[in-house]
């Protein structure tokens, strides 16, 4: 089976940082992506992980941990326009199918 | 703008009609993607082509689904016999291929059946 779970939703202050977890649990696994949607729109690509630890790029930091099943999302300096539902996405073995869960929907406030 | 393009961007139908949507990827992209999303959800994988070769299609895919990808460019989605419960907003997605994992979404087609 598959399964992947984030918090449904979560608020945040304007210049703060916020974490946004993900677990999951999947019959093969071969990356992690997250990706940003507006509401209305098409999602956006931020970050691919397949090797453990975290990776930096700009404001945006993503961490992976395959033993655990577990990845976050790390938001710094957030800004008003942060605010969109962000999905995490697993990549199943063997080829290119990729699982979306829910995404969390992140609301900015001033 | 990705550079995917996707027609139409919104239609209506009645319950028992067919439909086709068109998804054009970027031009060099050999990976394209079929997504389906409803209100609150994260997209929900349909199928995906490699070139022309169809190579993993949801079990969700029921027979009433079916898409192609002709001459590995651009594709079309049809639903026959469409049910209420098909109304969602339809992704198509793009990737480079290779070691290039990253997709690329259109606009999307909303269909709504009544």
């Known amino acids: 089976g598959q399964n992947i779970d984030q918090p449904t939703e979560m608020t945040a202050t304007e210049g703060a940082i916020v974490q946004i977890n993900c677990t999951y649990q999947t019959s093969g696994f071969n990356g992690l992506f997250w990706y940003q949607q507006h509401a209305g729109e098409a999602p956006t690509f931020l970050s691919y992980n397949v090797l453990d630890g975290l990776e930096e790029k700009g404001r945006f930091s993503s961490f992976l941990s395959r033993s655990k099943g577990y990845s976050y999302l790390l938001l710094k300096e957030l800004q008003m326009k942060d605010s969109a539902s962000y999905l995490c996405a697993v990549r199943k073995d063997g080829g290119f199918k990729t699982i979306f869960g829910a995404g969390t929907r992140l609301f900015v406030k001033a | 703008d990705t550079g995917v393009s996707q027609d139409p961007r919104h239609k209506i139908t009645k319950r028992g009609q067919n439909v086709t949507f068109r998804c054009d990827p970027i031009?060099?992209?050999?990976?394209l993607y079929w997504y389906r999303q409803t209100l609150g959800q994260g997209p929900e994988f349909l199928t995906y082509?490699?070139?022309?070769?169809?190579?993993?299609k949801s079990r969700l895919l029921s027979d009433r689904f079916s898409a192609e990808r002709p001459k590995g460019s651009f594709s079309t989605l049809e639903i026959q016999r469409t049910e209420q419960g098909d109304s969602a907003m339809y992704l198509c997605?793009?990737?480079?291929?290779?070691?290039?994992?990253?997709?690329?979404f259109g606009p999307g087609t909303r269909l709504t059946v009544t």
């Open positions: 082509f490699q070139n022309e070769a169809q190579l993993e």
């Open positions: 031009s060099e992209h050999n990976r």
């Open positions: 997605a793009s990737s480079l291929g290779g070691m290039s994992y990253e997709q690329y």
